[in-house]
């Protein structure tokens, strides 16, 4: 499958004047988002705590993270960013994807909306016994 680029904006909070805009590669083999560390830095993101991470290689490394809120095709949501290396290419992780309902197309790949973001508790939408 081909790479798929979207523009995504990570900021330290909402209305922050300072934010980290760049084409994040999306990757649905990674669950969190990640950024060069230094730009992390000046968007006014700070780490939070530090996760082992398994690389594609098999590797694995720690890293530290920060939270942030993470925009991008017109939606937003927030989550860990990744501090990587500073020359790393930016990811955009699945957990982003699907907390806004997008997901990977493989046949055509493009990013698509799902109608709706699925909540699977058989409890939902089911009236009580006490609702009458």
């Not at 980290?20 to 939070?48: C, H, M, N, Q, W």
């Not at 955009?92 to 994807?97: D, P, Q, R, S």
């Amino acid at each position: 499958m081909g790479s798929i680029h979207v523009t995504t904006t990570v900021r330290a909070r909402e209305n922050a004047r300072k934010k980290y805009v760049s084409e994040f590669l999306v990757d649905t083999g990674a669950t969190d988002s990640l950024a060069p560390a230094k730009e992390l830095k000046k968007a006014g993101i700070k780490p939070r705590g530090r996760m082992a991470y398994e690389l594609a290689d098999g590797q694995t490394v720690e890293y530290a993270f920060g939270l942030a809120e993470i925009e991008f095709m017109g939606e937003i949501t927030s989550g860990r960013v990744i501090f990587g290396p500073d020359d790393a290419a930016p990811l955009l992780g699945v957990t982003a994807l699907e907390s806004v309902g997008i997901l990977v197309d493989p046949a055509n790949r493009t990013l698509r909306r799902m109608p709706a973001i699925p909540l699977k508790s058989a409890a939902l939408g089911r009236p009580s016994r006490h609702d009458d």
